[in-house]
């Protein structure tokens, strides 16, 4: 036992590499050097998940603290000089001289962080549910996936208003703007759970005769075990697909609520408060509060979307 | 027959009965009924005395009955915000959002069945891959930025389209309608184009897919052979074969088109019923969510319900099955 631990542990760290080089010269990774589509949209994923991760340090100011604001630097066009104060910005600043670069750095954090964690937790109880159904039966199943139907009939961003406003109902009112961000983030993974749990059950009720599933059950593993450790495992190349598309989606969702006033808080701005606020000045004539968050919000949701679509193909390869 | 419209009726009836007690609870359990409606100065006798009035003190599944039999009334009590009947409020919005639905939906089928023959019809022209392109392009914009664009272009740019409102009024019996003025005809064209664009590229791309399906067929071959004339084969032949999955895929999304119209009323602020239910969540008006919770629930059961009963009575393969199950 203590021998092959340590062997994997000496082993480990050369394996690192090797592992990332065979995905890299594997058909998976061939197919995605060959796609222009697919390196761009990865391109800017991953540049704006990064910057927005690095927002604290890369942002030129810090959009919500009150004492580095200058209302005298409100409406401030893009890279031109400020008439009162002569402070340049290179997008601009909004209404209460707020750098729009900086807002929008901050705000694309809050719209990557309540997509991702919407679609984990979408994701978790999906995949949670969609196994039990698979690999239980019975009236379980019926259950489950005659509540998925039901949710199904429903549009998404339908779902997600109506939890939102329920839980939001139910939030006491002093905690409201603070418990905001995670009420958006429940409204949003339980309108989105559905897909995944289809395709699980789907997988896992071919997954469950299989051979070594009935050899697991012959050593006397228990259900759980089975689930998590057997089926779990060879069911989760079309779930990496669906969590792709499911953000995209969920980050639109996210920008809709947000848009709408029902979402992120003024507070904790995401990019749909920022396209909500701009909305405002569209017919006074400052044109940059709107487009730039605009512009970073469809950048965004384009190319998730773009590379979604791509992996789907890349790991469907009936679908092509 | 009959037993499969009935196991599907009462799968109906147990979702809104579903919906219904979210919809109670909320009631129930959002705040105090009673903190609600008796001042600072009340007494204990004061407290019991309104509970005992609104039932309650009485059982959990008496009150949610009184509460369902109640909205089957079409009694949702008093917005808390505007001191109204939800009702009357509901009722008063209603024609704005049906009139904007209606428009939209049209331009949607009218539009959409246009520009999926065309492209279907000249699938390798500049045109249609133009046509093609543009559709995945809006698929992917979120409503409310298209809605800001169409803003921008046409009310902030070139001043010809009003952004906001319903324009003038005519009062027809109960229903204000926008139909008849100049100033709400023109106030129809932003707000309609944005809530139908999305459901258009969805039919668009339908019936050109089935369109494309349908034109590689024998009989179509066979028409030509004849020496029909093109128009005649493509609309009398190869449309009319293509609309059985439209028409079902449409009828789905007429839900769908009230759904989102609370997006395009926010954006163009339209006095309609999605409108009121943001500002009700807004202000956690909670009859008013209430009241949309199981309107738009019934709408939805009842327009899967009708699906599900057409498609049985158009497949005879699932009539088979119904028996058997």
Known sequence: ?320 | MLAYVIRRVFHSIVVLLAVGLVAFSMFRFVGDPIDNMLGQERTQADIDRLRTQLGLDQPFAIQYWKFLSGAAEGNFGVSYRQGRPVSDIISERAPATLELAAVSGLFAILLGIGLGVFTAIRRNGIASNLIMTLSLVGVSLPTFLIGILLIYVFSVELDMLPSFGRGETVMVGYWSTGFLTKSGLVALILPAITLGLYQMTLIMRLVRSEMLEVLRQDYIRFARARGLRERVVNFRHALKNTLVPVITVTGLQLGSIIAFAIITETVFQWPGVGLLFINAIHFVDIPVMAAYLMLISVMFVTINLVVDLLYFAIDPRLRVDGRST
């Open chain 1, 1 to 320: 036992m203590t021998d092959s631990a340590r062997q994997t542990q000496v082993t480990a760290p050369s394996s690192e590499p090797s592992r990332l080089k065979t995905v890299w010269e594997s058909d998976f990774g061939y197919a995605f050097r060959r796609s222009p589509v697919a390196l761009v949209s990865c391109l800017v994923v991953l540049f704006l998940v990064l910057s927005a991760v690095m927002a604290p340090w890369i942002a030129p100011h810090d959009p919500f603290n009150p004492v580095t604001l200058n209302l005298m630097n409100g409406f401030t066009p893009p890279s031109t000089p400020n008439a009162f104060t002569g402070d340049s910005f290179w997008l601009g600043t909004d209404d209460q001289g707020r750098d729009v670069f900086s807002t929008i750095l901050f705000g694309m954090r809050i719209s990557l962080f309540v997509g991702f964690s919407a679609v984990l937790f979408a994701m978790i109880l999906g995949v949670t549910l969609g196994l039990i159904a698979g690999y239980a039966g019975g009236w379980i199943e019926t259950l489950i996936m005659r509540v998925a139907d039901v949710q199904l009939t429903f549009p998404a961003i339908l779902v997600a208003m109506l939890i939102f406003g329920i839980a939001k109902g139910f939030t006491p009112v002093e905690y409201r703007d603070q418990m905001a961000i995670w009420v958006l983030i429940l409204a949003i993974g339980l309108s989105d759970w559905v897909q995944f749990a289809r395709v699980v059950r789907g997988a896992t009720l071919v997954e469950k005769n299989k051979e070594y599933v009935q050899a697991a059950r012959l050593i006397g593993r228990s259900g759980g075990a089975i689930m998590l450790r057997h089926i779990l495992p060879n069911v989760l190349s079309p779930v990496l697909v669906i969590a792709t598309i499911s953000l995209a989606l969920a980050i639109i969702a996210e920008a809709t609520l947000s848009f709408l006033g029902v979402g992120a808080p003024p507070t904790q701005p995401s990019l749909g408060t920022l396209i909500r606020i701009g909305q405002g000045f569209l017919f006074s004539g400052e044109w940059w509060i709107l487009l730039f968050p605009s512009v970073t919000l469809l950048s965004l949701a384009l190319s998730v979307n773009l590379l979604g679509d791509w992996l789907r193909d890349a790991l469907n390869p009936r679908l092509r």
